[in-house]
């Protein structure tokens, strides 16, 4: 059974940094064959895409995290983090792992969401 595990979220007063971290396990998943993204939701807003580094290592990122979240993935450790400064009020949510394959014939997956809370 695939499982991704997040943990990082946390507290922290706005400019201050979080670093999440996702690591995948399951003896069926080969991590180097998945994209890896971070989706967030927010009270009352819709699921979004934050920050995704695919499975060749190529990133993109919302505009809004532009310049202040970084993704990195480990093909060893089997782990997806992503390094979040200068943060505001409004990237208060929670924050999802999600594993999606390189083809259709692969699964997609979904951490259970960890929570992040900027103050102002």
């Known amino acids: 059974q695939v499982q991704l595990v997040e943990s990082g979220g946390g507290s922290v007063q706005a400019g201050g940094s979080l670093r999440l971290s996702c690591a995948a396990s399951?003896?069926?998943?080969?991590?180097?064959?998945?994209?890896m993204a971070w989706f967030r939701r927010a009270p009352g807003k819709e699921r979004e895409s934050v920050a995704v580094?695919?499975?060749?290592?190529?990133?993109r990122y919302i505009d809004s995290v532009k310049g202040r979240f970084t993704i990195s993935r480990d093909t060893a450790k089997n782990t997806v983090d992503p390094q979040m400064n200068s943060l505001k009020p409004e990237d208060t949510a929670v924050y999802y792992c999600?594993?999606?394959?390189?083809?259709?014939?692969?699964?997609?997956?979904w951490g259970q969401g960890t929570q992040v809370t900027v103050s102002a």
């Open positions: 999600y594993a999606d394959g390189r083809s259709l014939t692969y699964s997609k997956y």
């Open positions: 399951g003896r069926s998943f080969s991590f180097a064959n998945y994209g």
């Open positions: 580094v695919s499975w060749t290592g190529n990133t």
